[in-house]
């Protein structure tokens, strides 16, 4: 009883497992064309560039943000907040413009500022 079970349970972790070998994503409308290799790199060096030229806009960007999530103690919470969000997107755009072109092919491209949940340039809202 227990060996049926189990060979149940593989075919079943095995029938879901199959999307994931799937050669090309699929939306509702139907396939999705990825840009030559490229193009790719050119917009994320072009990205990493515009990040690093306009890093400094953190300086007004977390002063909004702050002051709007910490309305009494934003002059506590505003440098450590505005360092480091300026330390990630610098670190995002050297990121961009000398790591992620090398393996773009093969992987995401979805810049660092992503993973701590900031917007991909300053000026955008969070």
Same mark, same amino acid.
């Given at each position: 009883m227990e060996k049926k079970i189990t060979w149940v349970l593989i075919g079943i972790l095995f029938f879901w497992a199959q999307p994931l070998f799937a050669e090309e994503t699929v939306k509702a409308e139907g396939t999705v064309k990825k840009e030559s290799v490229f193009k790719q790199i050119a917009s994320i060096e072009g990205r990493g560039a515009m990040n690093f030229l306009t890093s400094p +806009? #953190? &300086? %007004?960007?977390? &002063?909004? @943000? #702050?002051?709007?999530?910490?309305?009494?103690?934003?002059?506590? @919470?505003?440098?450590?907040?505005?360092? %480091?969000?300026?330390?990630?997107?610098? +670190?995002?755009s050297v990121n961009d413009i000398l790591v992620l072109p090398w393996y773009v092919r093969w992987s995401e491209d979805t810049p660092l500022t992503k993973r701590f949940e900031l917007p991909d340039y300053a000026w955008e809202k969070e």
């Open positions: +806009g #953190e &300086f %007004s960007a977390a &002063f909004k @943000t #702050e002051k709007k999530a910490h309305p009494k103690a934003w002059p506590l @919470t505003y440098p450590p907040r505005f360092f %480091s969000n300026m330390a990630i997107r610098v +670190g995002s």
